[in-house]
């Protein structure tokens, strides 16, 4: 992102939930504020596009992998909630709404947003001028990972490492190099056992077809131009094999083909997602698997 200004991605990765939220149905993804905290503006082109009078080159597809890896993500929660887990942290939270909308559902449970301080800074002006209310068991971890560690802002937070947590981590491994993405996987690697985590990333052009490859490349022209490049892209089973290696016990894998077998084959409307994104549900190994 560039110095002094939010995540321009962070926005339009909240606009897409949005656009969901209006333009699919059924929902694959249900987020009541996503339009709500976008701001007025926003809100306005969304509904316009809906209506059909403006055209915001919203794909279908990309709309669609932007819900289902936020509801692969909370379905993730729910299930480590069930088992006890009591600490969610969402690393690169943007514009998230889980914590506005979790109240009373995970009895116990405390949220951790972590993001760089101005695009934090952003989002607590977003919840105010919307009438949001910011619910007494979330804390802001702000923080630039440029200068200080992951784990200590963590720390500094609150978050107790010696109990297992729920790990989100959406829309950021692909602006970030390999060895940034090794070192958070690392780190979440090293939670208590029985911690879990979601995170997406950019699967290797090898593996696309000619024209997948060209819309991608396109994708990646755009962002670089809005100054937030992207700066990796990982093979699915070597991924999964550096999972493993670190200590996740489960890794599961969803390309467009599992994500459409999970969340949108009894659609009528098509809606499903591209081959570019891919998501990662993983669990770190209890005892021996570790």
């Known amino acids: 992102m560039r110095e002094g200004r939010p995540s321009h991605t962070a926005l339009g990765a909240a606009m897409r939930r949005a656009a969901h939220q209006l333009l699919d149905d059924p929902l694959v993804f ?3 504020l996503a339009i709500r905290i976008i701001g007025a503006d926003s809100a306005k082109r ?4 809906a209506a059909g009078s403006l055209s915001l080159s919203i794909s279908p597809r990309l709309r669609a992998f932007l819900a289902a890896r936020s509801r692969l993500a909370e379905d993730s929660l729910d299930a480590a909630a069930a088992h006890g887990v009591r600490q969610y942290v969402i690393l690169g939270a943007g514009l998230d709404t889980f914590a506005y909308r ?6 116990g449970l405390r949220v951790f947003e972590v993001d760089h301080p101005t695009t934090q800074v952003w989002k607590r002006d977003q919840l105010r001028e919307a009438g949001i209310e910011i619910p007494e068991f979330l804390t802001f971890v702000p923080v630039d990972l440029a200068s200080e560690d992951l784990r200590h ?41 029985g911690s879990t985590l979601v995170f997406d990333y950019l699967g290797s052009l090898a593996r ?12 990646e022209r755009r962002v670089a131009r809005e100054g937030e490049p992207w700066l990796s892209r990982f ?26 077998g999970r969340y949108f084959a009894e659609r009528k409307d098509g809606l499903r997602t591209g081959p570019v994104g891919h998501v990662v549900a993983a669990e770190v190994g209890r005892g021996d698997a570790r």
């Open 208 to 219: 696309l077809s000619l024209r997948a490859r060209w819309c991608s490349r396109g994708s």
């Open 46 to 49: 969304i509904h316009r596009e």
């Open 30 to 32: 249900e987020d009541p």
């Open 102 to 107: 979790a109240r009373g559902r995970y009895p």
């Open 153 to 193: 802002a963590l720390t500094r937070a609150g978050f107790d490492a010696g109990r297992p947590a729920c790990f989100a981590w959406l829309g950021v491994s692909m602006y970030c190099t390999e060895a940034e993405v090794m070192a958070t996987l690392g780190f979440i690697a090293s939670s208590a056992p």
């Open 235 to 260: 093979d699915p089973p070597v991924l999964a094999g550096a999972l493993r290696r670190m200590g996740f016990e489960t890794v599961t894998d969803y390309g467009a083909s599992e994500l459409y």
